[in-house]
């Protein structure tokens, strides 16, 4: 764990950061904990959209509903599908999750397979749940659990081998911010997983069905090339239409094979 919030930085200056009873970091700036949970996030941002609001209601309502740890179907296909593209358990480095959920689900399962692991959300509820289901199957030392939004992660730069977002961007107002901050965390040689709905037919509607998309960060050969272009594109804040929807859009500068599949999930 201590390893874990070595990682941590603050999101204004970038300065590490200790946890006491607030965290704080060496230029000052303060955050809450609350329920163990470092709170890091930046209350203008969130203000500047509605959409952050809507998101964290309609997620902390849902999340609340969570009583138990389950691993449905279609959480057991992504879980898979990332042990397959070889980013779920590699024990030598931290996984981070971005939007990770109220089931914390892949942050467990890569803890559980010995793995130091970071649940990343913009939910503080669905993160004190996720929490005490870590607790509750006993992974809770390798786990760090970290409310804040996608487009400001309060992570060192280059800390983490792999890097998720599952069925986020297309809840991002900033998808392409949060695209550079998945790239800007990954080591040299790490990997990101992004899926999205299928199709983003509008921010908040979407249809179901998604496809999940892993990159490797620049330093490693990438098993094929499905979309660079698109994919550096969005890196580098060029873009792709300003749209995230589908295979390809990640990150980290190389694209490698589009995993896509369907994998039968709630309609979000
Ligand atoms: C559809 S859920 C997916 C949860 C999880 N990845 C999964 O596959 O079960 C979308 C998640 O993104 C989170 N989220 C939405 N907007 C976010 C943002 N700007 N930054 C971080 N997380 C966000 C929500 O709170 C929610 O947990
Ligand atoms: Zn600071």
């Given at each position: 764990?201590?390893?874990?919030?070595?990682?941590?930085?603050?999101?204004?200056?970038?300065?590490?950061?200790?946890?006491?009873?607030l965290?704080?970091?060496?230029?000052?700036?303060?955050?809450?904990?609350?329920?163990?949970?470092?709170?890091?996030?930046?209350?203008?941002?969130?203000?500047s959209?509605?959409?952050?609001?809507?998101?964290r209601?309609?997620?902390?309502?849902e999340?609340?509903?969570?009583?138990?740890?389950?691993?449905?179907?279609?959480?057991?296909?992504?879980?898979?599908?990332?042990?397959?593209?070889?980013?779920?358990?590699?024990p030598?480095?931290?996984?981070?999750?971005?939007?990770?959920?109220?089931?914390?689900?892949?942050?467990?399962?890569?803890?559980?397979?010995g793995?130091?692991?970071i649940?990343?959300d913009?939910?503080?509820?669905?993160?004190?749940?996720?929490r005490?289901?870590?607790?509750?199957?006993?992974?809770?030392?390798r786990?760090?659990?970290?409310?804040?939004?996608?487009?400001?992660?309060?992570?060192?730069?280059a800390?983490?081998?792999?890097?998720?977002?599952?069925?986020?961007?297309?809840?991002?107002?900033?998808d392409?911010?949060?695209l550079?901050?998945?790239?800007?965390?990954?080591?040299?040689?790490?990997?990101?997983?992004?899926?999205?709905?299928?199709r983003r037919?509008?921010?908040?509607?979407?249809?179901?069905?998604?496809?999940?998309?892993?990159?490797?960060?620049?330093?490693?050969?990438?098993?094929s090339?499905?979309?660079?272009?698109?994919v550096?594109?969005?890196?580098?804040?060029?873009?792709a239409?300003?749209?995230?929807?589908?295979?390809?859009?990640?990150a980290?500068?190389?694209?490698?094979?589009?995993?896509s599949?369907?994998?039968?999930?709630?309609?979000w």
């Amino acid at each position: 764990m201590e390893r874990l919030e070595a990682l941590l930085r603050c999101p204004e200056c970038g300065s590490e950061i200790i946890l006491d009873e607030l965290a704080v970091c060496a230029g000052g700036h303060r955050y809450p904990i609350v329920g163990g949970i470092p709170v890091f996030l930046d209350e203008t941002m969130i203000a500047s959209d509605p959409q952050y609001a809507a998101q964290r209601a309609y997620f902390d309502s849902e999340f609340r509903g969570y009583q138990r740890y389950v691993l449905e179907n279609w959480r057991l296909a992504y879980l898979d599908r990332l042990r397959t593209a070889d980013v779920l358990e590699d024990p030598a480095s931290p996984l981070v999750d971005v939007g990770v959920g109220g089931s914390g689900y892949t942050v467990i399962e890569a803890a559980r397979g010995g793995r130091p692991a970071i649940g990343c959300d913009l939910s503080l509820e669905g993160l004190l749940i996720a929490r005490e289901f870590a607790r509750l199957e006993g992974v809770a030392e390798r786990t760090l659990w970290v409310c804040c939004s996608a487009e400001k992660l309060p992570l060192a730069s280059a800390s983490t081998g792999s890097a998720l977002a599952i069925a986020v961007l297309e809840h991002v107002p900033d998808d392409q911010a949060a695209l550079r901050e998945l790239a800007r965390v990954l080591q040299p040689g790490g990997r990101a997983c992004v899926a999205t709905k299928r199709r983003r037919s509008s921010r908040r509607q979407g249809q179901t069905g998604s496809s999940l998309s892993t990159c490797s960060s620049p330093g490693t050969r990438s098993r094929s090339s499905n979309s660079p272009a698109r994919v550096s594109a969005i890196a580098s804040g060029g873009g792709a239409n300003g749209e995230t929807g589908g295979a390809g859009t990640c990150a980290a500068g190389a694209c490698s094979s589009a995993l896509s599949s369907n994998v039968p999930r709630p309609r979000w």
